[in-house]
Every structure is written in C-alpha cells, then in structure tokens.
C-alpha cells in the first residue's frame, strides 16, 4: 500500500519543478501586479490604497491613454493583422510545386523575425528620413515632394505599419507553410477532377484546412500587436518624443512603459497592463467568434 | 535577567548592520559600480591609476555597465522592487529628477557622510538639482555640461557674422538669416545656420533641468515657456534650420560636411565634433556663450548609493563618490579621457582651463564652459519633470509646423500636465 502511495506520487514529483518555478517567475508577479494597481505606488517610499483608483484614472482623466490604446488598434489592423493577407497568399506561392528553392524563400523571408527590432527601426528610420531618405528619394524620382513621414501624424502610422509588415510577415508566412503541407495532395486533386480553377480550390480546401491555424497565427498577431514598443519607441525618439507628431506612435504598451520608468508611476502602470490585458481577451474573443463563422472554423 | 541580557546583544547584533559603518582601511572592499556609455572607461583609468591607489589600496571594482535607457530602467525597477543594487550608480541629469524624490537612494547630506560639507566646492545648480523637497541630498555631481553655442568660424567669416557675443535670439536669427545658403547655386538651401528649431526648445528652460513648477503650478511663469514656443516658430519661419532630426546619419553628415553653422549644446558635444562627427575639421569650430549670455546645463551625471546597499560597503561606496567628486585629480583625469566637464569649481582655475583647445583653433573654450558653469541658476526639480519635459518636447515639435499658435499649444501642454500629475 505504502509503495502505491509512493509510486501516485511521483508524476507530481517530477512536473514540481516546472510548476515551482511557474508559481515564482509566473503567477506571483502576475498577482503582485494586481496588488500594485490598487496602490499609488511610486519608485520608492510608502505606497498608498487606492481601490480602483489607477484603473478610474486611466480610464477618464489620464490624456495619453486612449489615444495611445487606439494608436494600437490602428496599427493592430494596418500593421499586425494586415500581413495575414500577406503572409497566407505567400506561403501558398512558396508552397506550390513549381517554386523551387523553398529553403531559400523560407530563410529569406525569416531572416526580418530575427533581426534586432532595434537595428530594423534604425534602418527604417533613415529610410522614411524626409531630406534624406530612400522612400522620399523614391517618391521625388516622379516629382513628388518629399513626405516628413516621421513628423506626421499619419506618416508615422505608415512607417511603423510598413516595419511590422516588414518583420512579422515571414514568421506568419512560415507558420501557413507548415498547416499547408499537412493538407492532403488527393484533397487537391480531387477538386481539380471536379474542375476547380486555382482561386476555388483554395477557397474550397485551403482556406477550411487552415482556419485552425489562421485563428492561432492572428492570436498571435492580436497579443504581440497590442504590446508594441521597440518599434515605435526608437522610430520615434524615445520616452522625451511620446510617439512623434501628435503622440501617434504612442502605443498602449509604450505608455505602459513611459508611466512606469519615465513617469515612476508604477501603481498606474500596473493598472494599464491589466486593462491591455483586458483588450487582448476581448479581441481574441471576437478573432474566436469570427474564425468560428467561416468555413472550416470552430472545428 | 540573562535571557532579557541575550535578546538586547541579540537586538543589538542585528541592528549593527543597520547603523552607520566608518571606511577601514585594513578591510579589503569591492565596489560594485552601476554605470551607462562611456563612464567605465573613464572611472577604470582613475581608479587603476597612481592616486587613488596610494589612497585606497584596499578598494577594487566590479562595474556593470548597459547604454544609458537600459541602465536608468535597471535602476529604476530594483528601486521600485527594493532589491540590491550596485553599491554605486550613476544617474544621468534627466533621471536625478525621477529617483530624487524615490526615497530609495542615500541621504548623503546626513551624517556620516556630511555631502554638503564634502560637496561645497561642487556647482551649486547640480548640487541642487539631487536635493529633495525636504532637503536630502540624494546623488552627487560628478560632471556636468554647460550648454554653449559651437558654431563653424569658417562659415560666420564667410558670411559676415560675429557670433561671439549674441545680445539676444533674435539676434542670433538675424545671424542665421545669413548664414543660410544656396551654396551650389541650385535654388536650394544647402548651408543651414541651426540642425532643427527644437534644439532650442529646451536650453533657455534651464537645459530642462527643472524649473518646471512654479508654487506647484507647471509651466509657470507662463510668458518664459510661451517666450521658448515663440523662439522655436521664428526660427522656422525664419527658414533657417535643416529640418535634421537629432543624432540621426543626415544631422551628423551635416555637420561633419559644414552643412549646419552653429549647434546650441552642452560642453559634450565638442568631444563628440572631435572624435567621431568631424575631427577633420579640426580648426574650423569655436564656441560662444549662448545669445544673451543665457546660463544652462544639457547633461551630468551625478553619483549615488542605493538606500538598499549595507552600511559597511556604503562607507567604502562613499570614499569613492567623494575621491571622483571632490579630487582634482580624479575630475581632470575624467575630463581628459571623455570630455565630461569638471563639477569642482576647484579645477577651474586649474592651467589646463587656460590651455587653448587646438580643435577650436587654439580658443580657451574651457574658461567659458567654467564661466557658465558658475553661472548656472539653481532650479528646483521635481518628480515629474520627466513626464512634462515629454509634453513640453511634443508642444516644441509641433509648434514648428505652425498649425497651432504658441498660446494653444501652451495651453494643451499645461492640461496634459495637469492631468497626467492628477
């Protein structure tokens, strides 16, 4: 009886450790960061009970916050989610059988993930420079005047749109290449029999197969565009620049950021990751409801 | 009797650590030393060197060093976090306002560290800058950076200007108006006298470095911030900058190729000219006061002990603040291998401040880099100084464009101001 006993215990024994260090590295900070948000708590010094009161101030009086929460969401569509319809019909290219060197392209296409956010943004930066830069060099070649793509509201949308689309659309595109070479070749070849041009036989079969995964690599997209923040913290100037001309590069996670090692207000900062968090359910529930409503989701 | 004896030595064994430790200099000590960008280099080089050997045998050092956001965002979460962090760290002007009012780092001003005694030939403005509300003395200064006007002599000769000693703004306009050329003849500015309106958007403002408040009230007096606004739209409407964003390729190939006349900052900037922007133009920059003998400061880096560091290792922590603070040796020795100006007002009357500087043609700019320096209001900083220098910035940059008046903008500013410090 006493040995049984020993051996019901074992499996516990050996996932402890995973689970030991998820409870110090994972759940106590996420349950100290509740803790703090009901707090006005600063760098240092005695902390003070607010209730609610960081979550009331973000919400109705602080001036960045919306904006920056809406930034996001302008670029969560033109930057995060855009390189779906990029990325999918790539990986459908690079797929086919008459593309030769798929390595390559899949390599080429990587290589942006990889790179240092900070070197990308750099680069861009010179790019989208106004006297400068290539694109406005590109634009004056048809007598177009120079655009200030970084002192511009919407030009400062464009060119973080432009690195996210850059960066991220290998890593979705590798993401649909591997669903799409599980998908059975007879599925095809069966649509093809029954004269289905190339358009409706990935409309009938690729599209329904991939559902799944779409929902998983826009998730993705969803929870990693709501935490921006290299991208617009150096192609914009840094914490003294707040996102450029008209705080438009501010994102929600910049001024998460901002308001807890520029400001020191850690309390608030606190507040606004959970209210981001918030977002992000609220967001993967809609990207739920509307991979559920195609063909071949909520398989 | 004997177990109420035991639990006062006990009480008092542990609070021992606690209390106020004198340096000793039988015990050996390594000194752990947080800093950002070029300061290690510099403080090895002191620290390994003939003086501070003979003075501190016993001391030896273990530097962590990140660039300077890194740095400032590590010692701002284990402040916040109330970890252990280096016994020493460096803080650089625009975040002393951020942790002066923490309540994490050393009061030096306090027995047994006695700082203002210490620190009474230091300048007085950077004394006051890591000094809190209620009169702690948070960080010593180690260098400072008085803001002058660098400007290329060969372009104002060439065009007829003495920048020298610029009564006003609008004078230094006026100066710019000619020093702004079509240079190859091809009906476009090529020759600019300033890199962008902004860079000036903070130096009449004491560099930035507080003074944000007045009475509690920011952006007070009103008429010296909305002055600032004014200044930064006429020199746009004036079509006298190059429109460069700061620290970018293009701003320093213009002022390497003598595309930009003049550059309104702190003393540093002349070591970056020399070594790395155009040190082929030796001979061709020189320095002014700025126009209207304005006094401020654009950079220093001031240094601090973590109010978590032991009492032992905070005493040995401080004869090291003090030897770089407060020894002439160690603060020309700083000022030779980076450029970062002496905060000892002792060393200003030094021979080498009398030394011309042959990359500024021989000029003594460094009596008039002391002279500011000595000159330099004391502004009060406060905890937010970060968060409005950020909307005040974005008020400067927006005001260049010209679609909202300087009173508009001013007024925006103030709100957000208001709103974010709620």
């Given at each position: 009886?006493?040995?049984?006993?020993?051996?019901?215990?074992?499996?516990?024994?050996?996932i402890?450790?995973?689970?030991?260090?998820?409870?110090?590295?994972?759940?106590?900070?996420?349950?100290?960061?509740?803790?703090?948000?009901?707090?006005n708590?600063?760098?240092?010094?005695?902390?003070?009970?607010?209730?609610?009161?960081?979550?009331?101030?973000?919400?109705?009086?602080?001036?960045?916050?919306?904006?920056?929460?809406?930034?996001?969401?302008?670029?969560?569509?033109?930057?995060?989610?855009?390189?779906?319809?990029?990325?999918l019909?790539?990986?459908?290219?690079?797929?086919?059988?008459?593309v030769?060197?798929?390595?390559?392209f899949?390599?080429?296409?990587?290589?942006?993930?990889?790179?240092?956010?900070?070197?990308?943004?750099?680069?861009?930066?010179?790019?989208?420079?106004?006297?400068?830069?290539?694109?406005?060099?590109?634009l004056?070649?048809?007598?177009?005047e120079?655009?200030?793509?970084?002192?511009?509201?919407?030009?400062?949308?464009?060119?973080?749109?432009?690195?996210?689309?850059?960066?991220?659309?290998?890593?979705?595109?590798?993401?649909?290449?591997?669903?799409?070479?599980?998908?059975?070749?007879?599925?095809?070849?069966?649509?093809?029999?029954?004269?289905?041009?190339?358009?409706?036989?990935?409309?009938?079969?690729?599209?329904?197969?991939?559902?799944?995964?779409?929902?998983?690599?826009?998730?993705?997209?969803?929870?990693?565009?709501?935490?921006?923040?290299?991208?617009?913290?150096?192609?914009?100037?840094?914490?003294?620049?707040?996102?450029?001309?008209?705080?438009?590069?501010?994102?929600?996670?910049?001024?998460?950021?901002?308001?807890?090692?520029?400001?020191?207000?850690?309390?608030k900062a606190?507040?606004?990751?959970?209210?981001?968090?918030?977002?992000?359910?609220?967001?993967?529930?809609?990207?739920?409801?509307?991979?559920?409503?195609?063909?071949?989701?909520?398989? | 009797m004997?177990?109420?004896?035991?639990?006062?030595?006990?009480?008092?064994?542990?609070?021992?650590?606690?209390?106020?430790?004198?340096?000793?200099?039988?015990?050996?000590?390594?000194?752990?030393?947080?800093?950002y960008?070029?300061?290690?280099?510099?403080?090895?080089?002191?620290?390994?060197?003939?003086?501070?050997?003979?003075?501190?045998?016993n001391?030896?050092?273990?530097?962590?060093?990140?660039?300077?956001?890194?740095?400032?965002?590590?010692?701002?979460?284990?402040?916040?976090?109330?970890?252990?962090?280096?016994?020493?760290?460096?803080?650089?002007?625009?975040?002393?306002?951020?942790?002066?009012?923490?309540?994490?780092?050393?009061?030096?001003?306090?027995?047994?560290?006695?700082?203002?005694?210490?620190?009474?030939?230091?300048?007085k403005f950077?004394?006051?800058?890591?000094?809190?509300?209620?009169?702690?003395?948070?960080?010593?200064?180690?260098?400072?950076?008085?803001?002058?006007?660098?400007?290329?002599?060969?372009?104002?000769?060439?065009?007829?200007?003495?920048?020298?000693?610029?009564?006003?703004?609008?004078?230094?306009?006026?100066?710019?108006?000619k020093?702004?050329?079509?240079?190859?003849?091809?009906?476009?500015?090529?020759?600019?006298?300033?890199?962008?309106?902004?860079?000036?958007?903070?130096?009449?403002l004491?560099?930035?470095?507080?003074?944000?408040?007045?009475?509690?009230?920011?952006?007070?007096?009103?008429?010296?911030?909305?002055?600032?606004?004014?200044?930064?739209?006429?020199?746009?409407?004036?079509?006298?900058?190059?429109?460069?964003?700061?620290?970018?390729?293009?701003?320093?190939?213009?002022?390497?190729?003598g595309?930009?006349?003049?550059?309104?900052?702190?003393?540093?900037?002349?070591?970056?000219?020399?070594?790395?922007?155009?040190?082929?133009?030796?001979?061709?920059?020189?320095?002014?006061?700025?126009?209207?003998?304005l006094?401020?400061?654009?950079?220093?880096?001031?240094?601090?002990?973590?109010?978590?560091?032991?009492?032992?290792?905070?005493?040995?922590?401080?004869?090291?603040?003090?030897?770089?603070?407060?020894?002439?040796?160690?603060?020309?020795?700083?000022?030779?291998?980076?450029?970062?100006?002496?905060?000892?007002?002792?060393?200003?009357?030094?021979?080498?401040?009398?030394?011309?500087?042959?990359?500024?043609?021989?000029?003594?700019?460094?009596?008039?880099?002391?002279?500011?320096?000595?000159?330099?209001?004391?502004?009060?900083?406060?905890?937010?100084?970060?968060?409005?220098?950020?909307?005040?910035?974005?008020?400067?940059?927006?005001?260049?464009?010209?679609?909202?008046?300087?009173?508009?903008?001013?007024?925006?500013?103030?709100?957000?101001?208001?709103?974010?410090?709620?």
């Amino acid at each position: 009886m006493r040995v049984s006993r020993g051996k019901g215990r074992m499996p516990y024994l050996f996932i402890a450790p995973f689970f030991a260090l998820f409870a110090v590295f994972g759940v106590f900070p996420i349950g100290y960061s509740v803790l703090m948000s009901l707090f006005n708590w600063k760098m240092s010094g005695p902390v003070e009970f607010i209730g609610l009161g960081n979550y009331v101030n973000v919400l109705t009086v602080d001036p960045f916050f919306l904006s920056a929460v809406l930034n996001t969401l302008v670029l969560l569509l033109t930057g995060s989610l855009l390189q779906h319809f990029i990325a999918l019909p790539l990986a459908i290219v690079v797929n086919s059988r008459f593309v030769k060197g798929k390595e390559f392209f899949k390599t080429a296409y990587f290589l942006p993930y990889i790179t240092s956010t900070v070197a990308v943004a750099i680069i861009f930066a010179n790019l989208f420079d106004t006297n400068y830069g290539l694109f406005n060099w590109a634009l004056g070649a048809f007598g177009i005047e120079p655009v200030a793509w970084l002192a511009d509201p919407v030009g400062i949308k464009v060119a973080l749109s432009a690195v996210l689309n850059w960066k991220y659309v290998g890593w979705n595109m590798v993401i649909y290449l591997a669903a799409l070479q599980s998908i059975p070749a007879e599925l095809y070849e069966a649509v093809e029999m029954d004269g289905a041009g190339t358009i409706r036989k990935h409309l009938a079969i690729t599209l329904p197969h991939l559902m799944p995964v779409v929902f998983f690599a826009v998730s993705l997209s969803i929870i990693g565009g709501m935490q921006i923040f290299e991208e617009p913290f150096v192609l914009t100037g840094g914490y003294e620049n707040m996102g450029g001309e008209g705080n438009s590069g501010l994102t929600a996670a910049f001024y998460l950021m901002f308001t807890a090692f520029k400001a020191g207000r850690l309390g608030k900062a606190s507040a606004i990751a959970w209210i981001i968090f918030v977002v992000i359910l609220l967001l993967n529930r809609v990207n739920r409801l509307a991979t559920d409503r195609m063909p071949g989701g909520g398989d | 009797m004997k177990r109420a004896i035991a639990a006062f030595a006990l009480a008092i064994a542990l609070a021992l650590p606690l209390v106020a430790q004198s340096f000793d200099p039988r015990k050996k000590y390594e000194v752990t030393f947080g800093v950002y960008g070029d300061l290690e280099r510099a403080y090895r080089e002191v620290l390994s060197g003939p003086d501070f050997k003979s003075k501190y045998p016993n001391i030896t050092f273990k530097f962590q060093t990140a660039d300077m956001n890194g740095h400032h965002n590590r010692l701002a979460t284990i402040i916040a976090a109330g970890e252990a962090a280096n016994d020493i760290e460096a803080v650089e002007i625009r975040f002393i306002s951020n942790l002066v009012e923490s309540g994490g780092l050393t009061d030096l001003g306090a027995k047994p560290f006695n700082g203002r005694v210490v620190g009474k030939d230091l300048v007085k403005f950077a004394m006051s800058n890591a000094t809190t509300t209620r009169g702690k003395l948070v960080a010593m200064p180690v260098d400072i950076a008085p803001a002058v006007l660098f400007y290329r002599k060969d372009l104002a000769d060439a065009a007829k200007v003495n920048l020298d000693s610029l009564k006003s703004w609008d004078e230094y306009i006026e100066a710019g108006k000619k020093l702004t050329l079509d240079r190859d003849g091809d009906g476009k500015k090529d020759q600019f006298a300033i890199t962008h309106p902004g860079d000036v958007g903070v130096i009449p403002l004491n560099g930035g470095n507080g003074g944000w408040f007045e009475d509690g009230k920011p952006l007070e007096p009103k008429q010296k911030f909305l002055d600032v606004l004014d200044l930064v739209l006429k020199i746009r409407r004036a079509g006298i900058d190059a429109d460069l964003g700061a620290w970018t390729p293009a701003w320093t190939q213009a002022l390497k190729d003598g595309k930009v006349a003049t550059m309104p900052l702190g003393s540093w900037f002349g070591g970056a000219l020399k070594t790395w922007i155009a040190p082929e133009s030796k001979g061709k920059w020189r320095v002014a006061y700025l126009p209207g003998k304005l006094y401020a400061a654009v950079g220093g880096t001031y240094l601090a002990i973590p109010a978590k560091v032991s009492a032992a290792r905070k005493a040995a922590a401080w004869e090291v603040i003090k030897y770089l603070a407060t020894s002439p040796v160690a603060q020309l020795a700083v000022f030779r291998s980076i450029d970062a100006f002496p905060a000892l007002t002792t060393v200003y009357s030094d021979k080498v401040m009398d030394e011309g500087v042959e990359y500024f043609g021989g000029q003594k700019v460094r009596k008039i880099y002391a002279d500011v320096a000595l000159h330099i209001p004391e502004s009060p900083v406060s905890e937010y100084d970060n968060v409005v220098l950020s909307i005040w910035m974005r008020a400067v940059s927006t005001v260049v464009f010209g679609k909202k008046s300087p009173e508009v903008l001013y007024e925006e500013a103030r709100k957000k101001i208001l709103a974010t410090v709620e």
